[in-house]
Protein backbone atom coordinates (compact mmCIF):
# COMPACT_ATOMS: atom_id res chain seq x y z
CA UNK A 1 0.00 0.00 0.00
CA UNK A 2 0.90 3.18 -0.80
CA UNK A 3 1.38 5.69 2.37
CA UNK A 4 1.77 10.11 2.32
CA UNK A 5 3.48 11.15 5.25
CA UNK A 6 4.78 14.74 5.82
CA UNK A 7 7.44 13.05 7.89
CA UNK A 8 8.71 10.25 5.36
CA UNK A 9 7.44 11.46 1.69
CA UNK A 10 5.80 8.86 0.04
CA UNK A 11 6.50 5.28 0.64
CA UNK A 12 4.96 1.78 -0.13
CA UNK A 13 4.77 -0.47 2.83
CA UNK A 14 3.52 -4.11 2.95
CA UNK A 15 -0.08 -4.26 4.20
CA UNK A 16 0.85 -6.80 6.94
CA UNK A 17 2.10 -3.96 8.45
CA UNK A 18 -0.89 -1.81 8.93
CA UNK A 19 -3.10 -2.14 12.04
CA UNK A 20 -6.70 -1.29 12.18
CA UNK A 21 -8.15 0.69 14.50
CA UNK A 22 -11.67 0.32 15.08
CA UNK A 23 -11.75 2.82 18.09
CA UNK A 24 -9.28 6.02 17.01
CA UNK A 25 -6.71 7.00 19.07
CA UNK A 26 -7.58 9.37 21.63
CA UNK A 27 -7.75 12.85 20.15
CA UNK A 28 -7.44 11.51 16.36
CA UNK A 29 -10.86 10.72 15.09
CA UNK A 30 -9.78 10.76 11.35
CA UNK A 31 -6.79 8.16 11.44
CA UNK A 32 -7.89 4.88 11.86
CA UNK A 33 -5.30 3.17 9.79
CA UNK A 34 -1.71 3.11 10.83
CA UNK A 35 1.71 1.54 9.02
CA UNK A 36 4.14 0.55 11.43
CA UNK A 37 7.58 2.02 10.36
CA UNK A 38 10.60 0.94 12.06
CA UNK A 39 13.92 2.96 13.14
CA UNK A 40 16.53 0.60 12.30
CA UNK A 41 19.08 -0.69 14.61
CA UNK A 42 16.66 0.94 17.55
CA UNK A 43 13.95 -0.49 19.52
CA UNK A 44 11.49 2.42 18.16
CA UNK A 45 9.17 2.75 15.95
CA UNK A 46 7.19 5.16 14.38
CA UNK A 47 2.82 4.90 13.72
CA UNK A 48 2.03 6.10 10.43
CA UNK A 49 -1.55 7.19 10.10
CA UNK A 50 -2.48 6.11 5.98
CA UNK A 51 -5.45 8.70 6.70
CA UNK A 52 -3.27 11.72 7.74
CA UNK A 53 -0.14 12.16 6.69
CA UNK A 54 0.94 14.62 9.17
CA UNK A 55 -0.21 12.50 11.56
CA UNK A 56 2.67 9.69 13.37
CA UNK A 57 3.55 8.83 16.72
CA UNK A 58 6.80 7.30 18.24
CA UNK A 59 6.32 3.86 20.34
CA UNK A 60 8.42 1.24 21.77
CA UNK A 61 7.62 -2.32 23.54
CA UNK A 62 7.02 -0.53 27.43
CA UNK A 63 8.60 -3.99 28.50
CA UNK A 64 12.38 -3.01 27.24
CA UNK A 65 11.91 0.32 29.54
CA UNK A 66 9.55 -0.89 32.51
CA UNK A 67 10.04 -4.10 33.19
CA UNK A 68 7.83 -4.56 35.83
CA UNK A 69 5.28 -2.69 33.85
CA UNK A 70 2.07 -5.17 34.66
CA UNK A 71 -0.33 -5.19 31.86
CA UNK A 72 -3.92 -6.55 32.87
CA UNK A 73 -6.01 -6.37 29.51
CA UNK A 74 -9.39 -5.54 30.50
CA UNK A 75 -12.15 -7.90 29.03
CA UNK A 76 -13.95 -5.60 27.06
CA UNK A 77 -10.53 -4.64 25.01
CA UNK A 78 -9.74 -8.53 25.14
CA UNK A 79 -13.22 -9.16 23.62
CA UNK A 80 -12.86 -6.32 20.95
CA UNK A 81 -9.86 -7.51 19.91
CA UNK A 82 -10.42 -10.98 19.80
CA UNK A 83 -7.82 -12.01 22.06
CA UNK A 84 -7.59 -15.20 24.11
CA UNK A 85 -4.14 -16.01 24.62
CA UNK A 86 -1.21 -13.51 25.51
CA UNK A 87 1.00 -14.71 22.69
CA UNK A 88 -1.80 -13.19 20.18
CA UNK A 89 -0.62 -9.77 21.70
CA UNK A 90 2.26 -7.13 21.47
CA UNK A 91 1.93 -4.05 23.44
CA UNK A 92 2.80 -0.43 22.19
CA UNK A 93 3.68 2.63 24.60
CA UNK A 94 3.48 5.79 22.65
CA UNK A 95 6.28 8.13 23.33
CA UNK A 96 6.36 12.17 24.05
CA UNK A 97 9.90 13.74 23.52
CA UNK A 98 9.99 17.12 25.73
CA UNK A 99 12.22 19.61 23.45
CA UNK A 100 14.11 22.34 24.79
CA UNK A 101 14.80 24.40 21.95
CA UNK A 102 15.64 21.90 18.94
CA UNK A 103 17.32 20.07 22.06
CA UNK A 104 15.51 16.50 23.20
CA UNK A 105 16.17 17.13 26.82
CA UNK A 106 13.76 13.91 27.92
CA UNK A 107 11.71 11.21 26.98
CA UNK A 108 8.11 9.75 28.64
CA UNK A 109 6.12 7.07 27.81
CA UNK A 110 2.53 6.64 27.99
CA UNK A 111 1.96 3.64 30.38
CA UNK A 112 -1.90 4.64 31.24
CA UNK A 113 -3.03 4.26 27.42
CA UNK A 114 -0.78 1.69 25.42
CA UNK A 115 -1.51 0.49 22.11
CA UNK A 116 -2.42 -3.37 21.70
CA UNK A 117 -2.38 -5.27 18.88
CA UNK A 118 -3.73 -8.37 17.94
CA UNK A 119 -0.96 -9.58 16.25
CA UNK A 120 -2.86 -12.54 14.02
CA UNK A 121 -5.69 -10.23 12.59
CA UNK A 122 -3.47 -6.63 13.21
CA UNK A 123 -6.89 -5.16 15.10
CA UNK A 124 -5.03 -2.41 17.44
CA UNK A 125 -6.73 -0.38 20.32
CA UNK A 126 -5.46 2.08 22.58
CA UNK A 127 -6.44 0.66 25.83
CA UNK A 128 -7.01 3.06 28.98
CA UNK A 129 -6.05 1.34 32.67
CA UNK A 130 -8.14 2.58 35.27
CA UNK A 131 -7.07 2.97 39.14
CA UNK A 132 -3.06 1.41 37.56
CA UNK A 133 -1.28 4.28 38.85
CA UNK A 134 -0.05 4.55 35.51
CA UNK A 135 0.28 8.08 33.92
CA UNK A 136 0.71 9.43 30.32
CA UNK A 137 4.68 10.58 30.97
CA UNK A 138 6.98 8.29 32.66
CA UNK A 139 10.06 9.21 32.11
CA UNK A 140 11.49 6.62 29.63
CA UNK A 141 15.34 5.33 30.79
CA UNK A 142 17.42 2.47 29.95
Known sequence: MLIES????SFEVEASRSLSFDDPLLGFP????????EVVDTPYVWLQ?????????????????FPDYDLELPE??????????????????????HRMGDDPVNITANLLGPIVV???????????????????REPLVA
Open 6 to 9: TRFG
Open 30 to 37: DSSTYVVV
Open 49 to 65: SADEPEVAFLATSPFLF
Open 76 to 97: QARESLAVDDPSQVEVMALLTV
Open 118 to 136: NVETRKARQVVLDRSGYST
